[in-house]
């Protein structure tokens, strides 16, 4: 073939794919996320999916992501412009250049679409990947963080996805974590020569995200690291512990794990990822998001507290597929025609087009020439019923109605067509109704 997908993208098929690419599983786990962020109080945000090069590096000075990981162009007017790596950005800066942070306190935002980061393709890690993300404003409070965490937690248990595991975190305010950045590269100093390239770089650039070394030599080292919990102030430690016993309280479980830092620069306090054990995917985190009081000051705004998250949705899909988890099935249209003469292609099309103004879901073979391979084309499209017309039905007036599902046949009076067909439609589409994954 010529041409050929990118490295590190991929397709959304609605069949011939792998199971994770098809497109109506997307549609399922989005419709679930939306349903959420309703029960969650949140509303939809759409953002450009690329920005000024100069916003995204306002977060990400010290971040892989911004600095190496980025789709930097220069449009026609010597723009320089990125694609964005990350959704969080946006959201502020859409809020800020709209003034919208003054006609309203708080702001309960969610958003779903695509991201950019060019890091080295591998299962679960991807060029363009996608995230559901939601954006709590204007808040600090304990309450508001532990309903982000909730929403995320509850997004896995909608979907049926077993075995995850609550990451939290506090990494403190500013103060106490440039005290904790001191004691940190005093403990890894004598052991620099000892630590893997990429730690070593991150010595001198950003320390803290040692502790996320996936190395299983720095690992072993940082075993005995001091920890970011034990240099909080006590308003910090005090707020993370009241986080926690409010997590309990509406049982979410949960694990501290101090090594925990995030890969963008705005965080601060609370930080946490749900990662699963199952995830076949090199990376095990699902999602992830913490607290970013600073964010919009730095952003030339007033000094608002914010939380927030983002789950990526390739990795999610991934991991129903191997944990089993239940997905609805395909929709499929209701009707197929299947004209086998002239006549019949004019008459089929006019009833089709009637039922599709009723909503009743239809579909026509417009190169039926042989019955058999046309009833094959309607098995493969899972279609419930066939109307089949042919020179004999166009002279005695008739149609002939296959029932896909029991293989039965019968003839009826065309006069009748609307009534038969609306009574078979109200059957099944009782009977969806009355199914509560749907
Ligand atoms: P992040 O942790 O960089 O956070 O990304 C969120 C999620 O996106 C990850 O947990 C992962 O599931 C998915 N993800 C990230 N990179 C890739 C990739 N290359 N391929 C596949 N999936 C990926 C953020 O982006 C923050 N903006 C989250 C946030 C919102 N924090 C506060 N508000």
Request: contains cysteine.
């Given at each position: 073939m010529k041409y050929q997908i990118p490295k590190g993208l991929f397709d959304i098929v609605p069949y011939d794919g792998e199971d994770w690419r098809i497109i109506d599983k997307w549609q399922y786990v989005e419709s679930v996320f939306r349903n959420l962020a309703l029960d969650f109080g949140y509303e939809e945000i759409r953002t450009p999916i690329f920005e000024k090069t100069e916003l995204f590096q306002r977060v990400g000075q010290t971040s892989d992501i911004v600095t190496k990981e980025m789709y930097n162009f220069e449009d026609r007017a010597g723009r320089l412009l990125s694609l964005r790596p990350e959704g969080t950005s946006s959201v502020i800066r859409a809020l800020l250049e709209k003034n919208m942070l003054q006609n309203r306190k708080t702001h309960k935002l969610f958003y779903i679409g695509p991201m950019f980061r060019y890091e080295r393709p591998q299962s679960g890690r991807y060029r363009q990947h996608h995230q559901f993300g939601v954006e709590a404003i204007g808040k600090k409070s304990i309450e508001q963080d532990a309903e982000t965490i909730h929403m995320l937690w509850e997004f896995y248990s909608r979907l049926g996805i077993?075995?995850?595991?609550?990451?939290?975190?506090?990494?403190?305010?500013?103060?106490?974590?440039?005290?904790?950045?001191?004691?940190?590269?005093?403990?890894?100093?004598?052991?620099?020569?000892?630590?893997?390239?990429?730690?070593?770089?991150?010595?001198?650039?950003?320390?803290?995200?040692?502790?996320?070394?996936?190395?299983?030599?720095?690992?072993?080292?940082?075993?005995?690291?001091?920890?970011?919990?034990?240099?909080l102030n006590k308003e910090e430690k005090k707020y993370f512990e009241e986080l926690q016993t409010l997590l309990t309280e509406i049982q979410i479980p949960f694990e501290i794990s101090d090594h925990i830092v995030r890969g963008l620069d705005y965080y601060n306090e609370i930080v946490f990822e749900i990662t699963c054990e199952?995830?076949?995917?090199?990376?095990?985190?699902?999602?992830?998001?913490?607290?970013?009081?600073?964010?919009?000051?730095?952003?030339?705004?007033?000094?608002?507290?914010?939380?927030?998250?983002?789950?990526?949705?390739?990795?999610?899909?991934?991991?129903?597929?191997?944990?089993?988890?239940?997905?609805?099935?395909?929709?499929?249209?209701?009707?197929?025609?299947?004209?086998?003469?002239?006549?019949?292609?004019?008459?089929?099309?006019?009833?089709?087009?009637?039922?599709?103004?009723?909503?009743?879901?239809?579909?026509?073979?417009?190169?039926?020439?042989?019955?058999?391979?046309?009833?094959?084309?309607?098995?493969?499209?899972?279609?419930?019923?066939?109307?089949?017309?042919?020179?004999?039905?166009?002279?005695?007036?008739?149609?002939?109605?296959?029932n896909m599902k029991t293989r039965e046949e019968k003839t009826v009076a065309a006069v009748l067509f609307l009534q038969e067909i609306e009574h078979h439609w109200s059957k099944i589409h009782v009977g969806l109704q009355q199914n509560p994954s749907l």
């Amino acid at each position: 073939m010529k041409y050929q997908i990118p490295k590190g993208l991929f397709d959304i098929v609605p069949y011939d794919g792998e199971d994770w690419r098809i497109i109506d599983k997307w549609q399922y786990v989005e419709s679930v996320f939306r349903n959420l962020a309703l029960d969650f109080g949140y509303e939809e945000i759409r953002t450009p999916i690329f920005e000024k090069t100069e916003l995204f590096q306002r977060v990400g000075q010290t971040s892989d992501i911004v600095t190496k990981e980025m789709y930097n162009f220069e449009d026609r007017a010597g723009r320089l412009l990125s694609l964005r790596p990350e959704g969080t950005s946006s959201v502020i800066r859409a809020l800020l250049e709209k003034n919208m942070l003054q006609n309203r306190k708080t702001h309960k935002l969610f958003y779903i679409g695509p991201m950019f980061r060019y890091e080295r393709p591998q299962s679960g890690r991807y060029r363009q990947h996608h995230q559901f993300g939601v954006e709590a404003i204007g808040k600090k409070s304990i309450e508001q963080d532990a309903e982000t965490i909730h929403m995320l937690w509850e997004f896995y248990s909608r979907l049926g996805i077993s075995n995850i595991k609550l990451h939290l975190n506090s990494i403190g305010g500013n103060t106490s974590r440039n005290q904790y950045k001191t004691a940190l590269l005093k403990f890894l100093k004598p052991h620099l020569h000892a630590l893997s390239k990429e730690s070593q770089v991150r010595f001198e650039k950003n320390p803290l995200r040692i502790l996320d070394s996936k190395d299983s030599k720095d690992r072993e080292i940082l075993k005995k690291a001091p920890s970011i919990l034990d240099h909080l102030n006590k308003e910090e430690k005090k707020y993370f512990e009241e986080l926690q016993t409010l997590l309990t309280e509406i049982q979410i479980p949960f694990e501290i794990s101090d090594h925990i830092v995030r890969g963008l620069d705005y965080y601060n306090e609370i930080v946490f990822e749900i990662t699963c054990e199952d995830f076949s995917g090199t990376q095990n985190s699902l999602g992830a998001g913490g607290r970013y009081d600073g964010l919009i000051h730095s952003f030339g705004g007033a000094n608002i507290p914010s939380t927030g998250f983002a789950t990526g949705v390739e990795r999610v899909l991934q991991t129903m597929i191997q944990q089993k988890a239940f997905f609805p099935p395909k929709r499929h249209s209701f009707l197929y025609f299947i004209p086998l003469c002239k006549a019949a292609e004019t008459l089929c099309f006019i009833w089709a087009s009637e039922l599709r103004i009723n909503k009743i879901s239809s579909d026509m073979d417009f190169t039926a020439k042989k019955i058999q391979a046309s009833l094959q084309k309607a098995s493969q499209l899972e279609v419930d019923f066939c109307i089949i017309v042919g020179e004999d039905e166009i002279k005695s007036k008739t149609f002939k109605l296959k029932n896909m599902k029991t293989r039965e046949e019968k003839t009826v009076a065309a006069v009748l067509f609307l009534q038969e067909i609306e009574h078979h439609w109200s059957k099944i589409h009782v009977g969806l109704q009355q199914n509560p994954s749907l």
